[in-house]
């Protein structure tokens, strides 16, 4: 079967490989190249343990303070708030508690799948000194701070996640020494993994998809046209047929979707980060600062402190202030960063209200498959998502019950 993959981010190149070690002549699609975007500059993590849907009950609250912190943990810039208020009303739902504790179900399992189809991807393909197993460790001001955290790790603990909670100062610091004595608890993640680096792993990806006969096309596609035959794709120098395409473009998935009367609440979480050079500072494990919203983590030998959410939208000019903003809150919790010479960056991330991506069938375009709205959780999901596509593709069901991230369920 001809298969084209509409996107080179890390959700596009897994599945791509996935669909060539079937048998399926694949072509990869991407107007700017392999791990151009958020699949290059995240902070590597397989973050199996973030359950925790972003829309939690009573956080909309919260909201009026988003506007009023531009460099705040979760932010809305004035310019894009009116535009955003359909995706906000959709996010408000999904924080209640129902759909909340549905959402956190969903969202173990598709951990639970990824998690398992990640180690068989390395152990298939020799990918494991491309890993660090260092676990993470989440950071809590005081008694209160860590009280409030102790339902979520809980529900973590329902899905399967193992946990140490940490309260005393000598055992974070066995973990992780050079912390601001303002934090004084935490809990550690030993099964948490990340990556060497995003962009290399995405590459090394795309090269097993080319060694397996996959091609991959620098190519921006402008419309896709399903019929009973196939789909016809016309871009930048394309005029092509497949018999099936997957759709696997992230934040700018929603253009091709609404060729097909898709109309699909996909946001973008722009996120910002800075990577330092090496010798910035001795990280042993990934770090997350939960009340501040950003994590640290190793990139190759350098450090790379990035996170928030900025639900900004695709065209609005970046606000790097919002990365200068993380790098002093690091320099005040880890006293020994060195914070000169760092690459500034920022990504766009394919957010859904409910934190859970779209994986589907399209309705009523059999030969359309989807696959974007991972959030920040492009990487963790990565695996299970291309084997799950996969498996859509070939007509086959599922591993696990993909009810909970259809495309209908709006």
Do not use: C
């Not at 991506?357 to 498959?369: E, F, L, Q, T, Y």
């Amino acid at each position: 079967m001809h298969v084209a993959v509409i996107g080179a981010g890390i959700i596009g190149v897994t599945t791509a490989l996935a669909l060539a070690e079937r048998g399926h002549a694949v072509t990869i699609f991407d107007r700017e190249g392999v791990a151009a975007g958020a699949s290059g500059g995240n902070a590597g993590a397989f973050a199996f343990a973030d359950v925790i849907p972003l829309a939690t009950p009573g956080i909309m609250k919260k909201a009026p303070a988003w506007l009023l912190d531009p460099n705040g943990p979760l932010s809305i810039p004035p310019a894009y708030a009116l535009k955003i208020a359909p995706w906000l009303l959709a996010f408000f739902k999904a924080s209640l508690p129902a759909r909340y504790r549905a959402a956190v179900a969903a969202q173990g399992a598709l951990m639970g799948h990824s998690a398992a189809a990640l180690e068989r991807l390395v152990a298939t393909h020799d990918l494991e000194p491309l890993l660090r197993r260092e676990g993470q460790l989440q950071l809590y001001e005081g008694e209160r701070e860590f009280r409030a955290s102790l339902p979520g790790w809980e529900e973590r603990r329902a899905v399967g996640v193992k946990f140490d909670l940490l309260t005393r100062a000598e055992e974070i610091a066995e973990i992780q020494p050079g912390l601001s004595p303002r934090f004084t608890h935490a809990g550690f993640t030993p099964d948490w993994k990340n990556v060497t680096d995003p962009a290399m792993w995405t590459n090394r990806l795309a090269d097993m998809a080319q060694g397996r006969g996959a091609t991959l096309v620098r190519a921006e596609i402008g419309a896709l046209k399903p019929s009973e035959s196939g789909v016809k794709l016309t871009g930048t120098d394309v005029n092509r047929a497949f018999d099936k395409v997957v759709v696997a473009a992230g934040a700018h998935s929603n253009r091709l979707t609404r060729q097909l009367g898709l109309s699909l609440p996909l946001e973008t979480e722009r996120g910002y980060n800075v990577t330092l050079p090496e010798g910035a500072f001795d990280l042993r494990t990934h770090v997350t600062f939960a009340g501040h919203g950003f994590v640290v983590s190793r990139i190759g030998d350098g450090i790379r402190v990035g996170g928030g959410v900025e639900l900004g939208g695709l065209d609005l000019a970046p606000r790097m202030s919002r990365a200068d903003a993380l790098l002093a809150k690091a320099a005040r919790f880890l006293p020994d960063l060195r914070t000169t010479g760092g690459r500034h960056w920022m990504g766009f991330r394919p957010s859904m209200p409910d934190s859970l991506p779209v994986i589907d069938v399209a309705p009523g375009n059999s030969r359309v498959i989807l696959a974007f709205g991972h959030g920040h959780l492009g990487l963790t999901q990565s695996a299970g998502t291309a084997e799950i596509i996969a498996d859509l593709v070939d007509g086959v069901p599922p591993a696990i019950d993909i009810t909970p991230f259809r495309a209908t369920r709006f």
